[in-house]
């Protein structure tokens, strides 16, 4: 399967506890995206990385959330001192600079207890 | 900030009706793009356009971006039960950002 995959696929933790996810995006596949989507709500942008830089990083998110993409390929969102307010799905997209078609991987649902 | 809006939030209808989804930014896009995401699945591109009043279709599924560049419409022509999920468009401002901001979603029922 050469699409975009997410680990792990669900994650409960407990509130206060640190969690990192991992996306693999097409390979070739320059841009990468996180977005976080709530029941009945549009996914809604986290942070965009053009090769290994972070270009842009949603102003709405807090100094708990990081991101990396150290070599260009696989990319990493750690969320610190998770809080209940968390809990939702965590989507990566990756798409080529030339067509900006965004795929999607499968999500990490994460829970906050 | 950008905020862009999708009406009707719910949509049910009778298969082989049509179905039409409206898509409002506050400011104008450099380009709008439009997803469907099934029931417990994740959004899937269906298409992106550019131009000013452009016009594209894909089967029964018809979309439009206005004059304006500020608003965008889906129009699906003879539901099929296969068409159930929810719409989503998602639009990227002319300069100075790379996101993109999704829509609220128009969720469709068909009816058998």
């Known amino acids: 399967d050469t699409g975009v995959s997410q680990d792990p696929r669900h994650k409960i933790t407990k509130r206060g506890q640190n969690v990192t996810f991992r996306c693999d995006p097409i390979s070739e596949h320059n841009r990468l995206y996180w977005y976080r989507q709530t029941l009945g709500q549009g996914p809604e942008f986290l942070t965009y990385f053009q090769n290994e830089a972070q270009l842009e990083k949603s102003r709405l998110l807090s100094d708990r959330f990081s991101a990396e993409r150290p070599k260009g390929s696989f990319s990493t969102l750690e969320i610190q001192r998770t809080e209940q307010g968390d809990s939702a799905m965590y989507l990566c997209?990756?798409?080529?600079?030339?067509?900006?078609?965004?795929?999607f991987g499968p999500g990490t649902r994460l829970t906050v207890l | 900030g950008q905020q862009v809006m999708q009406i009707p939030q719910y949509q049910h209808v009778q298969e082989g009706e049509d179905f039409t989804t409206y898509c409002n930014s506050s400011?104008?896009?450099?380009?709008i793009q439009w997803y469907k995401q099934r029931p417990g699945g994740h959004p899937v591109f269906l298409i992106q356009?550019?131009?000013?009043?452009e016009v594209k279709k894909q089967k029964r599924l018809t979309f439009q971006f206005g004059e304006a560049k500020k608003n965008s419409s889906l129009h699906i022509t003879a539901t099929q039960t296969t068409d159930v999920g929810t719409y989503f468009c998602?639009?990227?401002?002319?300069?100075?950002?790379?996101?993109?901001?999704f829509g609220t979603g128009t969720r469709l029922k068909v009816l058998a």
């Open positions: 998602a639009g990227r401002k002319t300069s100075g950002t790379y996101k993109y901001i």
């Open positions: 997209a990756s798409s080529l600079l030339s067509t900006n078609e965004q795929f």
């Open positions: 400011t104008t896009l450099s380009n």
């Open positions: 356009l550019v131009k000013s009043g």
